[in-house]
């Protein structure tokens, strides 16, 4: 079992800045990727970025591209999302996700990737 609690979000205009915080407990020594996720009023859920933990590698789909960051500190069990030059369309509730190492390979880019879920944290940009 691995917990994950988000903070960081808020209201914030064009252009501004945040940075999201993920903390993880549980069974951490097991992890094999945090993910962030994000889902905008009335649109599916959509894939951010993501960090495998061991190794600090990361990925991004295009939707945050030159602007999001995603970084974990291993010693306080937390992933970052770093979010500059924030647009209004980057309006959406961002989650925290989270999944372990198993005996088959594992992906960590969508949404079924995942096994665990932060509550998730509001983001409300203001034109």
């Known amino acids: 079992q691995v917990r994950l609690v988000e903070s960081g979000g808020g209201l914030v205009q064009v252009g501004d800045s945040l940075r999201l915080s993920c903390a993880a407990s549980?069974?951490?020594?097991?992890?094999?990727?945090m993910g962030w996720f994000r889902q905008a009023p009335g649109k599916d859920r959509e894939f951010v970025a993501a960090v495998r933990w061991r190794i600090a590698a990361t990925t991004y789909s295009g939707i945050g591209e030159g602007r999001f960051t995603v970084s974990r500190d291993s010693a306080k069990n937390t992933m970052y999302l770093q979010m500059n030059g924030l647009k209004p369309e980057d309006t959406a509730v961002y989650y925290c996700s989270a999944n372990i190492f198993t005996t088959g390979p594992r992906g960590w880019a969508r949404e079924q990737d995942y096994d665990y879920w932060g509550q998730g944290t509001h983001v409300t940009v203001s034109a």
């Open positions: 549980g069974r951490v020594d097991s992890l094999y990727a």
